[in-house]
């Protein structure tokens, strides 16, 4: 059931004909040793070149203000970016499953990302 909502609330922000990244953007509790927008550009560059696609990137953070105020939105992507807000969909399997619904992951430095 968790899987199923979780597809329907991708199904929300994905377009058809459009290519995803998903980028993990850890803040909250790591703010202070967060990777960087250069870490993040490096690896959406390398997921493009390897997707062959200039791909929209799905943000996916513990702190959607933070990512807001901090620009790296409008840096992130040479096409365009999305902040996956799922409202009180928050939990680890569907904001998983919604990861995995894009044709590749960036991952931050947590353990979200590591699993």
Request: proline share 1%.
């Amino acid at each position: 059931e968790t899987v199923s909502a979780a597809q329907a609330i991708w199904a929300k922000f994905a377009r058809a004909g459009e290519t995803h990244v998903a980028v993990h953007i850890r803040l909250g509790d790591r703010s202070t040793e967060a990777l960087g927008l250069a870490y993040y550009r490096s690896a959406v560059r390398l997921a493009s070149r390897r997707i062959r696609s200039r791909p929209v990137c799905a943000v996916f953070t513990d702190d959607v203000a933070s990512v807001h105020r901090s620009g790296i939105m409008n840096e992130l992507c040479d096409a365009q970016a999305l902040i996956v807000d799922s409202g009180d969909t928050r939990d680890d399997i569907s904001l998983t499953v919604m990861a995995i619904c894009c044709a590749g992951i960036v991952l931050s430095a947590s353990t979200f990302g590591w699993w």
